[in-house]
C-alpha cells in the first residue's frame, strides 16, 4: 500500500517533468540556425577537446565521503536503540570506541593534506 | 479498496500542488526581495506589483526555441534536466503537513509515502541529488559543464557528511525517526514561553544543518557551481527554454523540501506557532488547518532566509568551500555528536 | 506479487545492460539503476531501513564513484579485446550450471545456509539493540575495515603525488 502511493507519486513526478518539456518542444518555434550549435566559450571558438586532466582530489572526495557515510549511517540505528536499551553503558563505551576508531581515520587524512584544496 | 486509491490521489495532488503552486511566488519573492535588498525596484509592469511577473516567465520558457546543439549526447542532455526535477520532487513524498487525523472511521497519514524509515527517506532522495547535476554536466560535452558538474558534486557530497552528523545527533535526542514522534517531543514550552523546538536543544547541530542545506541546494555563497561571473553558468550552461527552466524549478523544489526537513528537525515541524493553540482549543476541528498553516508559514520564512543570504553573502572561493567542509564542519559535527552523547549518559547515570 | 515480479525483472535488465553495454557511461548508470531497484526489493521485503541505507550508500555513495571515474578518465568506449575461446566458454558454462543446480537444491529443501538470529520482538528496534550489544564485535570489526580502507586510500593517493614531485 505504501509502495503504491510511493509509486503513484513517482509516476506522476515523472509525468509532470516529460509534460513540460513536450509543451516547450511542440510550442517552441524551430528554426535551422548554424552558429547556435556550437560549444559555448564565452563567445570565442573553442579551444581544445573537452578532455582534460583533473585533479585526483575529486575522486578522493568521492571515496572519502563513502567511508565516512558508511560510518555515519552505522550510527544511525546506534541513534535509534540507545534510548530503549536495556544496557545504556555497554552501548555508551560501543559509541566512544567506535569514535575513537573514526577520529584515528579522520586524523590520519587531515594531517596527510591529502584533501586540503590549495588556492 | 476505492478509499484507498483516493486517498493515495488525494495526497499526492496535495504534497504535489502545494510546492509547485508555491514556485512562481517563491520565484517572484526572490527577484522583489533581490530587488530590496539592492536599494531597486524588481519588477512591478507585468501586473499589479508585478506579481503576474512568474507566469509571463513560464509563457516564455514555454514558447521559447527549442535549441538541439549537436555536440551534445542526445538522450542524457533530455534525460538530465528531468532526472533533476524527480530527485528534487521525491523528498516532499515522506513530509507530513498535519498529525495523523480520523476522517470517516480511517486514520488518515497525511504524507504520500509512510514507512519506517520515516525520515531517513528524504535523507536517501538528497543523496541521489548530484545525479542531474552530474548527467547534465557530462552530456553537454563541454569544459565548462564538466568542471562545474564535478565541482558542484564534490561540494554537495562533501556538506553531506555534516548533515548527516546533525541527523544522527537530533535522531538520538528524539529517540526516533519517525517524523510525527519528532515534532511531537517539540511541542509545548519550557519555562512557560520558549517553545520546545530543536533549535534551543541543539543550536550546533541547526546551524551545521543550515549551513549544509545551503551547500546541498547550491545556493549562495555554495553556488561556485552555477556562479554567473565564475565559470559562465556552470552545468547548464548548454541548456535553454524548458530544460533550463526544469533546473530553476528543481533547485527551488529541492529548497522547499531542504527547508522543509530542518524545520522539521530543529523547528518543530507541524507544531502549532505560539498563539496559535488559543484557536485550536476554541475549535477543536480546525488543528489540522493550523498545523498544516503552521509549517507554511516556517517553511515560507525559511525561504525567505535563502533569498535574504543570497543577496547579502559573497561567494566562496572553491577550495574554501571544500576546506570549510572537511576541515572545519565535520569535526564540529563529530564533537558536537559526542558531546551530547556523554552529556545525555551522564545526565541519566 | 505483480510487484515483485516487476522489481526482479527491472533488476535483471539493468544488470544486463551494465555488463553488456559499450559505453561506459551508460553501464555505470545502469549499475545505479540497478542498486536502486534493489533497494526497492528489500522494501518489498519488508527490511526497511536497509532499503534507506541501500539508497544512501550503495547508490548515493558507490554508485557516485563510479559515475566520476567515467566521467573524469573520459573513457567513452570499453575496448573490445576479447578473444574467443572455447575452452573459457565451457568452462564458464559448467560453472553457472553448477551454481543454479546448488541454488535449486537449496531453495527447494529449505536447506538453512546461515544461523538465524532468533528474535522475540521483530521489530527494527530489537534488531539493532541486539546489534549493538550481542554482535557488537561485526560492529567493531567493520568500523576498523573501514578505518584500513581510508588509510590505503590516502596512501595511495598521496603515492602517486609523492612520485610526481620526485620527477
Known amino acids: 500500500m505504501e509502495f503504491a502511493s510511493f509509486a503513484v507519486f513517482f509516476i506522476i513526478a515523472c509525468t509532470l517533468s516529460a509534460v513540460l518539456l513536450g509543451i516547450s518542444s511542440l510550442l517552441g518555434q524551430k528554426r535551422k540556425a548554424i552558429r547556435e550549435m556550437d560549444i559555448y566559450e564565452s563567445g570565442v571558438n573553442p579551444v581544445g577537446s573537452a578532455t582534460r586532466q583533473y585533479d585526483i582530489k575529486f575522486f578522493l572526495t568521492a571515496i572519502l565521503f563513502l567511508l565516512f557515510d558508511v560510518e555515519i549511517v552505522f550510527l544511525l540505528p546506534w541513534a535509534m536503540a540507545y534510548n530503549g536499551a536495556p544496557d545504556q553503558t555497554f552501548m555508551m563505551w560501543g559509541f566512544v570506541f567506535f569514535m575513537a576508531i573514526l577520529l584515528v581515520g579522520y586524523i590520519f587524512v587531515i594531517n596527510s593534506k591529502a584533501l586540503k584544496w590549495e588556492e | 479498496m476505492l478509499e484507498a486509491i483516493i486517498e493515495i490521489l488525494l495526497k499526492t495532488a496535495v504534497i504535489l500542488a502545494l510546492p509547485l503552486g508555491a514556485l512562481p511566488i517563491i520565484i517572484h519573492v526572490e527577484r522583489r526581495g533581490a530587488a530590496f535588498i539592492q536599494k531597486r525596484l524588481g519588477p512591478n509592469r507585468v501586473g499589479p506589483l508585478g506579481l503576474l511577473q512568474p507566469l509571463a516567465d513560464v509563457a516564455k520558457f514555454m514558447f521559447k526555441e527549442e535549441v538541439h546543439p549537436s555536440h551534445v549526447r542526445p538522450f542524457f542532455y533530455t534525460a538530465a534536466p528531468v532526472v533533476a526535477l524527480v530527485v528534487a520532487i521525491l523528498p516532499l513524498a515522506c513530509i507530513p503537513i498535519f498529525a495523523p487525523i480520523e476522517i470517516f472511521g480511517r486514520s488518515v497519514y497525511p504524507e504520500v509515502f509512510k514507512s519506517d524509515m520515516g525520515i531517513f527517506f528524504a535523507f536517501a532522495a538528497s543523496a541521489l541529488g548530484s545525479y542531474g547535476i552530474l548527467l547534465a554536466g557530462w552530456a553537454s560535452n563541454n569544459k565548462y559543464s564538466m568542471l562545474g558538474a564535478i565541482r558542484a558534486c564534490a561540494q554537495m557530497v562533501s556538506y553531506e557528511l555534516s548533515l548527516s552528523t546533525s541527523l544522527v545527533a537530533m535522531i538520538f535526542l528524539y529517540g526516533s525517526n519517525d517524523i510525527h514522534v519528532m515534532v511531537a517531543e517539540q511541542t509545548g514550552y519550557w519555562f512557560g514561553f520558549l517553545p520546545k523546538w530543536g533549535f534551543f536543544l541543539q543550536p550546533v547541530a541547526a546551524m551545521l544543518f543550515l549551513i549544509g542545506i545551503f551547500a546541498e541546494s547550491n545556493r549562495l555563497p555554495f553556488d561556485l557551481a552555477e556562479g554567473e561571473s565564475e565559470i559562465v553558468a556552470g552545468y547548464h550552461i548548454e541548456y535553454s527554454s524548458m530544460k533550463f527552466a526544469l533546473f530553476f524549478m528543481a533547485e527551488y523544489i529541492h529548497m522547499i523540501a531542504l527547508s522543509a526537513l530542518f524545520i522539521i528537525m530543529f523547528f518543530g515541524g507541524y507544531s502549532l506557532l505560539p498563539g496559535m493553540e488559543l484557536i485550536a482549543d476554541r475549535i477543536p476541528a480546525s488543528l489540522a488547518i493550523l498545523q498544516a498553516l503552521s509549517l507554511i508559514i516556517k517553511v515560507a520564512s525559511m525561504i525567505w532566509f535563502f533569498v535574504w543570504v543570497r543577496w547579502s553573502f559573497p561567494r566562496f572561493r572553491y577550495d574554501q568551500l571544500m576546506n570549510l567542509g572537511w576541515e572545519r564542519l565535520l569535526p564540529i559535527g563529530i564533537a558536537n555528536l559526542i558531546v551530547t552523547v556523554l552529556f545525555v549518559y551522564f545526565r541519566n547515570h | ?167
Open chain 3, 1 to 167: 506479487m505483480a510487484a515483485d515480479i516487476l522489481l526482479t525483472f527491472i533488476t535483471v535488465v539493468f544488470a544486463l545492460m551494465v555488463v553488456f553495454s559499450k559505453r561506459t557511461v551508460v553501464a555505470a548508470f545502469s549499475l545505479l539503476m540497478t542498486l536502486l531497484s534493489i533497494a526497492m526489493i528489500y522494501f518489498q521485503l519488508g527490511t526497511v531501513f536497509l532499503s534507506a541505507v541501500q539508497v544512501l550508500i550503495n547508490a548515493g555513495a558507490i554508485a557516485i564513484l563510479f559515475v566520476f571515474v567515467m566521467m573524469l578518465i573520459n573513457l567513452e568506449n570499453f575496448t573490445n579485446n576479447r578473444e574467443k575461446n572455447k575452452t573459457k566458454l565451457i568452462i564458464a558454462t559448467f560453472t553457472v550450471l553448477v551454481i543454479l543446480g546448488v541454488l535449486a537444491l537449496v531453495i527447494n529443501n529449505n536447506i538453512e545456509t546461515l544461523s538465524l538470529v532468533n528474535l522475540a520482538d521483530n521489530s527494527m528496534k530489537a534488531l539493532f539493540e541486539k546489534l549493538f550489544t550481542t554482535y557488537y564485535l561485526p560492529f567493531e570489526m567493520a568500523t576498523v575495515l573501514l578505518l584500513a580502507a581510508i588509510v590505503a586510500c590516502v596512501v595511495i593517493a598521496s603515492h602517486g603525488k609523492k612520485a610526481e614531485e620526485k620527477q
